[in-house]
């Protein structure tokens, strides 16, 4: 039960993480020399392009169409959309199967295997933005370092990193909800097939 309930508490932590992580607008920020003076701030997302002066007001536009955006903005959009909603079915799905939960109390083996379903899902959600932000840091890092001569130059953002990481908990976390509930499993069948008897003092060769 243990592995259980900490596999579900990460791949919740990292469902939260893709929400914010996908819809944040800081992917990617532009970087500044440490000996310039810095007058404006500029840094996107997903959805939208934002820009900062030295006035605390922030301007944001929203792409105007998704088919005119650059082709790893459309692939990002889709894939992440997808990871959360692989995400979100996996904790809905899972805690079903929890053992600290009353439903199916009536028939462990399926409480299991709804456990072990929402373990799959959570990994397909993690390797989904896992896949997508790694290209995306790549991406970010080779430009960076071919585009040394420009004046303005992007580093890797907070989102980003939020959407990485919590990627990593959706895989880990899903992985400890298959773990968990395979165990369980194999103890059952363990049982089964060496059935304690019912007269322990009378069965004997």
Request: hydrophobic share 40%; net charge neutral.
């Amino acid at each position: 039960m243990a592995l259980q309930l900490v596999g579900y508490i990460l791949s919740v932590t990292g469902l939260c993480g893709l929400i914010i992580g996908t819809f944040t607008n800081e992917w990617k920020t532009l970087g500044h020399n440490n000996e310039k003076s810095v007058f404006l701030d500029k840094y996107s997302g997903l959805w939208k392009e934002c820009t900062k002066d030295k006035s605390p007001h922030v301007i944001c536009i929203s792409y105007s169409s998704l088919l005119h955006q650059e082709y790893n903005i459309q692939v990002g959009q889709v894939v992440m959309i997808i990871s959360i909603i692989f995400s979100g079915l996996a904790v809905l799905v899972a805690i079903s199967g929890l053992r600290c939960t009353r439903y199916l109390e009536e028939n462990e083996k399926a409480k299991d295997r709804v456990a072990f379903l929402g373990g799959i899902l959570s990994v397909c959600g993690g390797l989904f933005a896992l896949g997508i932000t790694s290209w995306f840091i790549y991406i970010i890092v080779d430009e960076f370092l071919q585009n040394d001569t420009k004046d303005e130059r992007f580093e890797v953002g907070r989102s980003l990193i939020c959407a990485f990481f919590a990627s990593v908990l959706c895989l880990f976390g899903g992985i400890l909800l298959c773990a968990g509930s395979v165990t369980n499993l194999q103890s059952k069948k363990i049982l089964s097939e060496h059935p304690l008897p019912k007269h322990p003092g009378k069965d004997y060769v």
